[in-house]
């Protein structure tokens, strides 16, 4: 794909890691994406296709790590006798 044709926020398909990542910036050539609260990248927009609307969804359905961590936080912070 053409670094252009590359919206913020859109979902891609990384075909380097074989997984849907999330556009969040452009850097010259190269897109910054991040997955699910997770550490940010830098990719080649060369390595990026649109993602169909199966891969979409199960990366909107999976499961956030960062939403099990402040779920727990919650749970151990709270006082119960």
Known sequence: MKTKEIRNGC???N???KRVERAIGRVGRRIMTT???QDTKLVKSDNF???ST???DKYLN???P???KRALK???SLNIF
Request: proline share 0%.
């Open 35 to 37: 997955v699910h609260d």
């Open 62 to 64: 999976a499961t956030e």
């Open 54 to 56: 199966l891969q979409v």
């Open 15 to 17: 075909t380097l890691t």
């Open 11 to 13: 979902l891609y398909y």
């Open 66 to 68: 960062g939403a099990i």
């Open 49 to 51: 296709r649109r993602a």
């Open 74 to 76: 919650k749970v151990t």
